[in-house]
């Protein structure tokens, strides 16, 4: 294969990044319509309100943004009250989240709604979402006020004006506004098959578009990590190595010289399957919600799925390159067992950030070789491996955001499921890359790193580009530097500060025992 090829190849996963960011995306919650909002300043906040205390008939229904009195917040157990804006909405559609809720059984019509339209009607009276759309023209004030007729808990208002005939807040005059006051008494019951888990909060490409600002602060960052990982990581490769060597060196003079040793190999290939399934057991634990519910088992399926076809993709790409570089290679895909740890930390780092939607290890399975490579081929190898897998979680993430809205209104399983499992295949393939890239001796990266440091250096800062832009808020300035984006920099820092911390103590006992056996030297001479 010529070189520029393989420099295309090597290219593949930024030309995927360019062309997912060009997609045409759906239009989402723009906060900028509640500016001036009455109810969104003064004692107010905007907040982002948790899926778990929004009523079921409102999931999905994309307000354009949330406020709270600002010493409030949201918690289990107790009353919760926000507000929710949509803002230019036609009488219409006004109506048919009001329908949401008769199809959902919180109201039945009988509650009393005051309703005024243009040609002078004006009743106060009950009054179901049939009638009001009976009405010619449809009303464009409605004042209705009710709660869960099943549960007899929680309160809502709901509060429509066209701006002509009503302003339900004054802060926004002349434009048509929904707003709904919500109270409710807790969390809701959320683990339905249907119901959305973590893999849903994956924001999509028109949330996640930077800004001029943005994309700089992005590429410094990306170059910072990538600065502060590689020679800590390069220090503390040095220990493991050498630890590692003679850890090996010990167990061998311990055991007897007679036994052969025992070359097992890599094992069968359908042992990646079952390997999937474990690694798809853990990694549902970044689900706050799982367990023994409709939730949990939608959940492994979507994890599952996902794994394998981020992996077999991955590989799959790698594996027939190299077939036509070297026929005799042989590559076939076998499981790492030891990569359940790294799914097991990942998951551990992101329950403990509270970080949404999560961080899931992917490329949990390699390949073997019937023949041995060469330093360049076998870091070509895991190049392809881990480029394939970016580039398939990059167009996934298109797919999920021209999907997530209507997976959102139709309240679908099978919807669900499908959204969910392009949101795994993103955090799959986005989140592995600054843990498997890392230049440690049982990492992936440390191949590239030992064959071409400049090589490394570029995969590690396309690998923590994605990432930061796919899976953190990306802030506008670095004063801003808050939230998920402040916690994943200080797990880099606390990496580089535990690396070489190690080294220096590596360094600190490789000298006292030089100077014993100094000091030896010179007692028996």
């Not at 009455?38 to 307000?63: H, I, K, M, N, Q």
């Not at 311990?254 to 999937?276: E, I, K, N, T």
Request: proline share 6%.
């Amino acid at each position: 294969m010529t070189r520029p090829r393989l420099l295309v190849l090597a290219l593949a996963p930024l030309l995927a990044l360019a062309a997912v960011l060009v997609v045409a995306a759906p239009a989402v919650a723009d906060e900028t319509d509640c500016a001036g909002a009455y109810r969104a300043s003064g004692g107010y906040r905007l907040v982002d309100v948790p899926e778990r205390f929004v009523p079921p008939p409102l999931r999905g229904t994309g307000w354009d943004c949330a406020t709270q009195i600002a010493d409030r917040g949201f918690v289990d157990g107790s009353s919760n009250a926000y507000i929710l804006y949509w803002v230019g909405l036609d009488a219409d559609a006004a109506l048919d989240v009001l329908a949401r809720f008769e199809a959902a059984g919180w109201t039945t019509g009988d509650e009393s709604t005051i309703a005024r339209n243009s040609a002078g009607r004006s009743e106060n009276q009950p009054m179901g979402v049939e009638e009001l759309r009976q009405w010619d023209p449809l009303p464009g004030a409605v004042n209705v006020r009710f709660g869960d007729e099943s549960t007899g808990h929680d309160i809502i208002h709901y509060l429509y004006g066209d701006g002509v005939l009503a302003e339900p807040d004054p802060g926004i005059p002349g434009r048509p506004v929904l707003m709904i006051d919500v109270i409710t008494s807790g969390g809701y019951d959320a683990t339905g098959a249907g119901d959305p888990s973590v893999l849903s909060g994956l924001r999509t490409l028109a949330e996640i578009m930077p800004s001029s600002t943005q994309a700089a602060v992005l590429g410094g960052t990306a170059v910072f990590l990538t600065l502060l990982v590689a020679f800590p990581g390069y220090l503390l490769d040095s220990v493991i190595d050498r630890r590692w060597s003679r850890l090996k060196a010990w167990w061998r003079s311990r055991r007897p010289a007679a036994l052969p040793r025992l070359d097992r190999g890599p094992g069968p290939s359908w042992l990646v399957w079952p390997g999937f399934a474990a690694a798809s057991l853990i990694a549902c634990f970044v689900e706050p919600s799982f367990g023994l519910n409709a939730l949990s088992l939608r959940l492994y399926v979507t994890v599952f799925a996902s794994l394998a076809l981020v992996n077999v993709v991955g590989w799959a790409v790698a594996a027939a390159v190299m077939r036509r570089l070297d026929p005799a290679s042989r590559p076939r895909m076998v499981f790492r067992w030891g990569s359940l740890g790294l799914v097991a930390l990942a998951v551990l780092i992101g329950r403990l950030l509270a970080f949404e939607p999560g961080a899931v290890f992917g490329i949990v399975a390699g390949l073997t070789f019937a023949v041995a490579l060469t330093a360049a081929r076998d870091a070509l190898v895991v190049l392809l491996g881990a480029g394939a897998a970016l580039a398939l979680a990059l167009l996934a993430w298109a797919g999920y955001s021209l999907l997530l809205p209507l997976a959102d209104a139709a309240g679908d399983v099978a919807l669900r499921a499908l959204v969910e499992t392009l949101s795994a295949v993103v955090v799959e393939g986005v989140s592995t890359l600054p843990l498997a890239l890392l230049p440690l001796l049982a990492l992936d990266g440390a191949v590239i790193f030992r064959w071409r440091r400049w090589v490394w250096a570029i995969a590690y800062l396309v690998g923590v580009a994605a990432f930061v832009l796919v899976m953190l808020t990306v802030p506008e300035a670095w004063g801003e530097v808050t939230g998920d984006y402040l916690h994943w920099l200080l797990v880099f820092a606390g990496f580089a500060a535990l690396a070489v911390a190690a080294w220096g103590a590596d360094a600190a006992l490789e000298r006292r025992r030089a100077r014993r056996a100094g000091a030896a030297s010179g007692q028996v001479s």
